[in-house]
């Protein structure tokens, strides 16, 4: 992978020459608690050195809520029109991002492809770029504090220039674009590099035991543990809005008044929703909070290893900081591992 | 396919669901296309008071018991019971201070001239008949009415959002009012549908469309009282608009 510098000064160039490749979306501040992905106009909104964003970037993939077809009685199905030419650039997603949409490309692209999710996602490059932890952030612990793959562009910050790793074709395509912009690496910007590695280890403060945790959740099926987040949990579904990697949905059909056209929509679900696992004939089988809890710990952790191998958890820490009731993933992890040993 | 009969109705509220009716301008065409309004007190001059009704929209609470009469005679009209409102399916706010006597409540209010009508503890409608779907908000949502317009003309029984305004709220980016700002909101507990239209504008959700099924209360207060309200402050703000609620109720008679 080529590394190339690029000094900050020549940030804003190099920002506006990428609006060739597509319409730009990064983060913005929102307000001084808030920051979230949004289409850039004018590229001195953006700020990459924010915190996390409030909304992942899966809300330009697996929209909130979304119009999959329109139907009616004389014309029958009628697809959503797409261009499919239009390009987006991701600018500024951080690692942990990088692997959430890694991970939502894995779901969606199983036995039953999702092109609703990747009509948007082919056509969307993504420029990451490196942070500095807080103390919701547990990245470390899930092996996402850094990315091999699934950006076209990574910029690591070294104070005065960015670090640039060219990743794909785009990607390099994007830098030869304004190569007067970039500088060759020299053994300065090495040793800065390290340090701030070095840096940003220091500023983890919570850390998630990943070790046979599958098997202790397993163990730990019946722990009280379970109940007491049920009684603290409100099933206001916050964490799993805010969820790099919760996928679900709902499916539900809008009809005109006169009843000969429709909108089939789906927008996200929750698992922790007390309609989520009702079935017909009014049977529930997660009609307990604390049961419907525990089941998204289950998935991320247990299920989700089972079936593709690793957790679909990139600790963001997203769930930390917008859970009312203060349930903390690292927390209930912790506690569930010490009840196994004690 | 002859179209169904309706009626809309008000008992004692501010009239806001039948204004919302009226408001849906754009639509109020196809609505007539599809239903056989025959009473709308509000806005019609020539009700017809006795047929069979397939469905009725029924806004307002019950506080006086003349209301009990006449919603029994609505209901054994219609076919189906609708509930529109926050005060129809909770009481709203006539009922937030259902806890004094409503002789005391007159003579604060009305003094002497009080006693020339009867007044009762403000009441949901499900209290008196059974209601076959709701719809709440203070006011209703004109995109929820007309949706549960569209599902019940076609036979379904319409699909409403049963999750909480957190919901909502966070798919619209809000930077949270009750974590963040340290404000007095009931967006956890309370039912979405409104596209968290207060919290859109910084406002805190008051609670207007009701709790949510399942609301964790005990939860919810805890959290507020973490954050420094008193007991006063946020029992008053669980009764503003759904004090009947069984929910609310069973937190306050734990005190």
């Not at chain 1, 779901?107 to 056509?123: A, H, I």
């Not at chain 1, 929703?273 to 289950?298: I, W």
């Not at chain 2, 809000?174 to 007095?184: A, G, P, R």
Request: charged letters at 25%; one cysteine or more.
């Amino acid at each position: 992978m080529q590394i190339v510098k690029l000094p900050k000064q020549n940030l804003d160039k190099f920002i506006k020459s990428l609006s060739k490749f597509g319409q730009i979306y990064a983060p913005i501040k929102k307000d001084a608690n808030t920051s979230l992905f949004s289409k850039i106009e004018d590229s001195s909104q953006i700020d990459l050195g924010y915190n996390r964003t409030l909304l992942p970037p899966k809300k330009y993939f697996l929209p909130p809520i979304d119009t999959m077809f329109k139907f009616s009685a004389e014309a029958g199905y009628e697809e959503m029109e797409h261009d499919l030419n239009e390009k987006s650039i991701l600018l500024g997603v951080h690692s942990c991002d990088i692997h959430g949409l890694r991970i939502l490309d894995l779901v969606f692209s199983g036995r039953y492809v999702d092109n609703y999710y990747f009509t948007g996602r082919k056509n969307t490059s993504i420029i990451g770029v490196s942070c500095i932890p807080d103390d919701m952030c547990f990245c470390r612990s899930m092996g996402t504090d850094f990315v091999e793959n699934g950006f076209d562009l990574f910029l690591s910050d070294i104070d005065q220039s960015y670090l640039v790793r060219i990743a794909t074709s785009l990607g390099d395509d994007m830098v030869r674009a304004s190569q007067s912009l970039f500088k060759e690496v020299g053994k300065e910007e090495i040793e800065e590099h390290k340090k701030k590695s070095n840096e940003m280890q220091k500023h983890f403060k919570i850390d998630l035991e990943l070790y046979n945790l599958p098997e202790i959740l397993d163990l730990e099926y019946e722990s009280k543990t379970w109940e007491e987040i049920g009684e603290k949990c409100l099933s206001c579904g916050s964490c799993s809005m805010v969820c790099p990697t919760c996928y679900c949905y709902d499916v539900f059909d809008e009809l005109s008044l006169d009843g000969k056209t429709g909108e089939r929509k789906r927008r996200w679900d929750s698992c922790l929703f007390k309609d989520y696992a009702l079935v017909a004939g009014g049977t529930n089988f997660r009609s307990e909070r604390s049961a419907r809890v525990k089941n998204r710990y289950f998935h991320k952790h247990r299920g989700f290893v089972a079936q593709y191998g690793k957790p679909s958890c990139v600790g963001c820490g997203r769930c930390i900081q917008s859970c009312p009731a203060k349930i903390n993933i690292v927390e209930v992890i912790t506690k569930i591992r010490s009840d196994a040993y004690v | 396919m002859s179209k169904p009969k309706i009626g809309i109705f008000g008992m004692t509220g501010c009239a806001g669901e039948q204004i919302v009716i009226l408001n849906c301008e754009d639509e109020l065409m196809d609505i007539l296309k599809v239903l056989d309004i025959r009473s709308f007190h509000t806005a019609m001059s020539k009700n017809d008071e006795k047929c069979n009704l397939d469905i009725a929209f029924v806004e307002g609470a019950l506080v006086q018991p003349e209301e009990e009469i006449s919603l029994k005679e609505i209901r054994k009209r219609s076919r189906l019971l609708i509930a529109l409102g926050t005060c129809a399916v909770w009481g709203g706010v006539a009922a937030m201070k259902n806890e004094v006597s409503r002789q005391r409540l007159k003579d604060i209010v009305y003094g002497s001239p009080g006693r020339i009508f009867k007044s009762i503890p403000a009441q949901p409608l499900h209290s008196f008949v059974k209601v076959d779907f709701s719809i709440s908000g203070c006011p209703i949502e004109k995109e929820q009415f007309l949706q549960a317009v569209a599902s019940l003309v076609h036979g379904d029984i319409p699909v409403l959002p049963k999750y909480a305004v957190c919901t909502e709220c966070k798919i619209n980016e809000n930077t949270c009012l009750l974590l963040e700002k340290s404000e007095l909101c009931l967006g956890p507990i309370t039912v979405a549908g409104c596209n968290a239209r207060c919290a859109n504008c910084g406002i805190p959700c008051s609670g207007c469309r009701g709790p949510v099924e399942e609301a964790n209360i005990a939860s919810e207060v805890e959290i507020l009282k973490e954050k420094g309200f008193t007991l006063g402050d946020i029992n008053n703000q669980l009764r503003t608009f759904a004090g009947p609620a069984e929910a609310i109720q069973t937190h306050l008679a734990k005190r």
